[in-house]
Every structure is written in structure tokens, then in C-alpha cells.
């Protein structure tokens, strides 16, 4: 007999798997189930939100390390032009003799000196 009742509770339980709901019922799983949905699209737009949040923080400090290569190389850039300048100025002293050949020796180191204030103002 026990074998018997046991079919017989799975077929009730099944069958009750298929019946319909109150339309209070189905309206307050439908409400539910929007609820649900909606806290799930705004947990992911969140998300998203943030992840776009650190994507543009990575990519302005990328630019920013950027800035600052370019910067150091137009340094050393400028740096080289003004010593090349200076030796060539220095090379071309050496043609006079005594106070002519000082004074133009002053006047590349003068040079010189200026050159690299003004380019100091693009070493970062």
C-alpha cells in the first residue's frame, strides 16, 4: 500500500506545479520580478559607471605620463641644441687672439647661460 501512495503524492504534487495563479497573485510576482529586474539594471549601470570611471582615470594618468616623456625629451632636445650652439660659439673664439678672444668667450658663456634658463622652464 505504501508503494501505491507514493505515485499518487508525486502526481498530486506535479499537478499542483500547473495551476494557475490569483490574478493577485501573478500580479504581485509580476511587480516583483520588474522590482528585481530594475535593482539588477541599476547595480549594472553602477558598475559600468565605475568601470568607466577608472578606464578614464587610467587613461589621464596615461596621458599625463605621456606629457611628461614629451616634456623630458623636448628637455633634452633643447639641452644638446645649446650646447652644440655653445661649442660652435667656442670653436669660433679660438680664431681671435687676447681680449677679443676673451670677451667672445664671455659672450658664449653669457649666451649659454641664458639658453639654458629659457630651457629650463621645459624640463618637467
Do not use: H
Not at 43 to 56: G, I, K, L, S, T
Amino acid at each position: 500500500m505504501k508503494i501505491l501512495l507514493l505515485p499518487i503524492l508525486a502526481a498530486l504534487a506535479l499537478a499542483g506545479c500547473n495551476t494557475a495563479e490569483s490574478p493577485a497573485e501573478v500580479s504581485q510576482d509580476v511587480r516583483d520580478a520588474r522590482r528585481d529586474a530594475a535593482q539588477e539594471v541599476n547595480v549594472a549601470r553602477r558598475d559600468a559607471a565605475e568601470q568607466d570611471a577608472a578606464a578614464n582615470r587610467e587613461v589621464a594618468d596615461q596621458r599625463a605620463d605621456s606629457a611628461s616623456v614629451a616634456a623630458k625629451g623636448a628637455y633634452a632636445v633643447a639641452v644638446a641644441e645649446i650646447q652644440g650652439n655653445y661649442k660652435i660659439a667656442f670653436e669660433k673664439c679660438e680664431a681671435l687672439a687676447g681680449a677679443e678672444q676673451e670677451v667672445c668667450k664671455e659672450q658664449a658663456d653669457a649666451s649659454l647661460e641664458a639658453a639654458m634658463g629659457r630651457a629650463s622652464t621645459l624640463n618637467p
